[in-house]
């Protein structure tokens, strides 16, 4: 989900099964995905989903997956079969959002999984964009208080009015 002016990606590893079968980022109900927008940029968890990503839009956020295929039995990210997963296309993505100059990676898998894959080659070619990892919001990470995360992800959060050309 993507609108060409996007100014920052939120890049998950692989949406779960709640996900899949709804069709949506971030549906299991205990993700605390949408609580953390909500608070950051008014993408609450009450809103449609259609209203939600068009908050995101709107904010200019995106939102895509480091993997574009996997097998992985349930929903950790532990259990994704790292051999056989197809990596989306992150070089092609940047390449194509000219205004993307923050990637937040949503949880460990995500951040090591770009960094291995599509790191270095971004950096090059792309030095001034910038990748940090933030806290998962998956209902398995529950051990860090959502008070915290949300501080975390304020702190890697993109400023206003800031666009790389």
Same mark, same amino acid.
């Given at each position: 989900?993507?609108?060409?002016?996007?100014?920052?990606?939120?890049?998950?590893?692989?949406?779960?099964?709640?996900?899949?079968?709804?069709?949506?980022?971030?549906?299991?109900?205990?993700?605390?995905?949408?609580?953390?927008?909500?608070?950051?940029?008014?993408?609450?968890?009450?809103?449609?989903?259609?209203?939600?990503?068009?908050?995101?839009?709107?904010?200019?956020?995106?939102?895509?997956?480091?993997?574009?295929?996997?097998?992985?039995?349930?929903?950790?990210?532990?259990?994704?079969?790292?051999?056989?997963?197809?990596?989306?296309?992150?070089?092609?993505?940047?390449?194509?959002?000219?205004?993307?100059?923050?990637?937040?990676?949503?949880?460990?898998?995500?951040?090591?999984?770009?960094?291995? *894959?599509? /790191?270095?080659? $971004? %950096? !090059?070619?792309?030095?001034?964009?910038?990748?940090?990892?933030? +806290?998962?919001? =998956?209902?398995? *990470?529950? /051990?860090?208080? $959502? %008070? !915290?995360?949300?501080?975390?992800?304020?702190?890697?959060?993109? +400023?206003?009015? =800031?666009?790389?050309?």
């Amino acid at each position: 989900m993507a609108s060409r002016n996007a100014r920052l990606l939120i890049l998950g590893s692989m949406p779960g099964v709640a996900s899949l079968a709804a069709g949506q980022y971030y549906a299991h109900p205990r993700n605390q995905f949408w609580m953390l927008m909500g608070a950051l940029c008014g993408a609450r968890p009450e809103l449609s989903y259609a209203a939600r990503c068009r908050v995101l839009r709107a904010n200019g956020i995106a939102l895509w997956d480091v993997f574009g295929s996997c097998v992985r039995p349930g929903s950790a990210d532990s259990a994704i079969e790292l051999a056989d997963a197809q990596l989306n296309d992150l070089i092609g993505f940047v390449e194509t959002h000219k205004w993307l100059e923050r990637i937040l990676c949503n949880g460990r898998l995500a951040y090591e999984s770009f960094r291995r *894959h599509s /790191g270095a080659s $971004l %950096a !090059r070619t792309f030095p001034a964009l910038q990748v940090l990892p933030v +806290p998962s919001t =998956s209902p398995a *990470h529950a /051990g860090l208080p $959502l %008070a !915290r995360k949300l501080a975390l992800w304020r702190a890697a959060w993109l +400023p206003k009015g =800031s666009a790389r050309r």
